[in-house]
């Protein structure tokens, strides 16, 4: 069974920092490519950042320089680093496995249920 759990969320003051935590299990992790994604109320679902398996990292524009994603394959665990937050980075942030499960050859999308942030003073 694969999981991903989302840890970290919460309430920030504009300028502030966050840092979130994915712990992903029942994959083969180290190929996974991983992903955080967000979403606002009201808005669709958006990319803010990957992480290939060989640690190639893309951002959207709106987050480049201020969030930073990274991986530990050790831990099965993916991160999101984020400073300056603004008031438009509150959503809830998704955590996202493309890859396969323990056991299998078949490749897929797997999603957390999703962890709050709130910028806000």
């Known amino acids: 069974q694969v999981q991903l759990v989302e840890s970290g969320g919460g309430l920030v003051q504009p300028g502030g920092s966050l840092r979130l935590s994915c712990a992903v299990s029942?994959?083969?992790?180290?190929?996974?490519?991983m992903g955080w994604y967000r979403q606002a109320p009201g808005k669709q679902r958006e990319l803010v950042a990957t992480?290939?398996?060989?640690?190639?990292?893309n951002y959207v524009d709106s987050v480049k320089g201020r969030f930073t994603i990274s991986r530990d394959n050790a831990k099965n665990m993916v991160y999101l680093q984020m400073n300056s937050l603004k008031p438009e980075d509150t959503a809830v942030y998704y955590c996202?496995?493309?890859?396969?499960?323990?056991?299998?050859?078949?490749?897929?999308?797997?999603w957390g249920k999703g962890t709050l942030v709130t910028v806000s003073s």
């Open positions: 996202n496995a493309h890859g396969r499960r323990v056991g299998s050859y078949v490749v897929m999308d797997y």
């Open positions: 992480i290939t398996s060989g640690s190639s990292r």
């Open positions: 029942g994959t083969v992790f180290s190929s996974n490519a």
